[in-house]
């Protein structure tokens, strides 16, 4: 994940700051990042055996994670061991990020100057946040709001309607009408009387030629990134949740809705109203039938359909042994 353009860090914090109890050490803590992203002043996250091999080699200085799976982290790493691993990251990560937890609404939100965006068309009543750089070529459609530090590409086609925030959009993207980029995603810790919110700290990022139908959400990501690949489209009304990563060249049709943190390899194929749990990998080259329901990785250059979805010719051969 790069730095942080959307929101302001605090810190840095002592251990003892962060965790009562720990060892106190000369050296802060920076900021809060994934496995494969965190250096020696930052401190991470270890919560599922799944992510093993990236703890093997992560280069953080700090990790929360669990007594069973400490095992696997670097000596080099302070282990902080703890009951619920994303109950602390949550307070850890709202203690950085503060106003990361809500999305509260762009104080710096005004009609777009046209001598600081001379090759850019806007529509009526288009509001722009500040330090938003949008390029050459491009068109913002009407009662599009685009807030602080967003990023836009050259020659790309905004809708109306449009809301784009916590965001870093490539050349030539279509994204249509209705379409909600960059928002918060649905992440708290269940606690008797009062839920705690997951704070969301990452951003999404549109690579070039990527199309979103009209109505999608794409939520940013909570510590790393969503990110979608060059070239792929998205039909109308399709849901992508935090931290998921989307290959190049995907077709994804419509009300497909992805869990958060899954991986997606590159050509995949989804048929409308298809729904992928979190934390799985998909493999490049694979095609998932519509209406299915994935819920374990899949391998490259599958076929599968059914829920929850099996490789198509056990499911056309379970269909023939019901007739």
């Known amino acids: 994940m790069s730095k942080n353009i959307f929101f302001k860090r605090k810190g840095p914090f002592k251990i003892q700051e962060l965790f009562k109890g720990q060892e106190s050490k000369s050296l802060k803590i920076t900021d809060i990042k994934t496995l494969d992203n965190a250096n020696k002043s930052e401190i991470s996250f270890f919560d599922s055996i799944k992510y093993k091999d990236i703890a093997l080699t992560t280069k953080a200085g700090f990790c929360i994670t669990t007594d069973k799976l400490k095992m696997y982290l670097p000596t080099a ?188 390899g590159d050509n995949v194929s989804i048929g409308g109203q298809a729904g992928v749990s979190g934390h799985l990998k998909v493999g490049n080259n694979v095609k998932i039938g519509g209406g299915s329901g994935v819920v374990k990785d899949i391998e490259d250059n599958s076929v599968v359909m059914g829920y929850p979805a099996v490789p198509l010719k056990e499911f056309l051969k379970k269909g023939k042994d019901v007739e």
């Open 77 to 264: 790493c302070t282990k902080i061991v703890v009951k619920s691993v994303l109950f602390e990251v949550a307070k850890v990560a709202n203690k950085f990020y503060p106003e990361s937890d809500i999305d509260y609404p762009d104080k710096t939100l005004l009609k777009p100057k046209l001598s600081k965006y001379p090759k850019v068309k806007f529509g009526n009543n288009v509001l722009v946040g500040k330090n938003v750089r949008i390029g050459k070529s491009s068109i913002v459609g009407s009662n599009t709001i685009i807030e602080h530090d967003v990023i836009i590409g050259s020659n790309c086609v905004i809708g109306s309607q449009v809301m784009i925030k916590n965001s870093i959009i490539g050349d030539q993207v279509v994204i249509q009408d209705g379409c909600k980029i960059g928002l918060k995603g649905f992440g708290f810790i269940p606690l008797k009387g009062k839920n705690f919110r997951f704070p969301h700290v990452g951003k999404v990022i549109l690579k070039d030629n990527v199309e979103l139908g009209a109505s999608c959400t794409i939520d940013r990501g909570s510590v790393g990134d969503t990110i979608i690949g060059e070239n792929t489209f998205l039909d109308n009304q399709v849901h992508m949740a935090h931290n998921v990563k989307l290959g190049k060249n995907c077709m994804i049709a419509g009300q497909v809705g992805f869990a958060g943190s899954s991986i997606l």
